[in-house]
Antibody, heavy 117, light 107 residues
């Protein structure tokens, strides 16, 4: 059973970079899936941030593309999210997830990141 | 981006009711449509993929239909554990996009 777990700071200052890591267990990150980040502000809907394939090819949301980097570390079975120049609008629960190309079938439990000074 | 629009945004229902939620895409997405259930404080859970295929372990009271631009999620007999928020999502292209959600509440 594949499991994903987000980790990283729960509090980030405005203008700084938000960095999160997702550790994948129960399966290899080098298998043929897309590894994704999705976020959800409190009381709101789901927003897709982007994804990375095992080849390293990335796709990002156009609205976040200038600030987002997703990378993968196969040796650690992890992938990461970096979101620069954050503002209060980036406060949300961040989920890492596996995209099988037909659906997002496995999700992490989510981690709340608050942007505040 | 492909816009996904769900209706209604919320509904009130009773245990045993038949409930239908609709999702419309801003362009044709064939059958690349998924449905998720989310409970408070939890990650979304995949219910239906490919518009009508039931994810393993999901009760058969959940069903999906549609193709092109119009889709539906039906719960044939609402159970207490089904009160939650439901999202549609297109997997036709990137960026992946979600509907705004439909909250199913107790009547």
């Amino acid at each position: 059973q594949v499991q994903l777990q987000e980790s990283g700071p729960g509090l980030v200052k405005p203008s700084q970079t938000l960095s999160l890591t997702c550790t994948v267990s129960g399966g290899s990150i080098s298998s043929s899936f897309y590894w994704s980040w999705i976020r959800q502000p409190a009381g709101k809907g789901l927003e897709w941030i982007g994804r990375i394939y095992t080849s390293g090819i990335t796709k990002y949301s156009p609205s976040l593309k200038s600030r987002v980097t997703i990378s993968v570390d196969m040796s650690r079975n992890q992938f990461s999210l970096h979101l620069s120049s954050v503002t209060a609008a980036d406060t949300a629960v961040y989920y890492c997830a596996r995209d099988s190309s037909s659906s997002i079938d496995y999700w992490g439990q989510g981690t709340l990141v608050t942007v505040s000074s | 981006d492909i816009q996904m629009t769900q209706s209604p945004s919320s509904l009130s229902a009773s245990v045993g009711d038949r409930v239908t939620i609709t999702c419309r895409a801003s362009q044709s997405i064939s059958n690349y449509l998924n449905w998720y259930q989310q409970k408070p404080g939890k990650a979304p859970k995949l219910l239906i993929y490919g518009a009508s295929s039931l994810q393993s372990g999901v009760p058969p009271r959940f069903s999906g239909s549609g193709s092109g631009t119009d889709f539906t999620l039906t719960m044939s007999s609402l159970q207490p554990e089904d009160f939650a928020t439901y999202y549609c999502q297109q997997s036709y292209t990137t960026p992946r996009t979600f509907g705004q959600g439909t909250k199913v509440e107790v009547k």
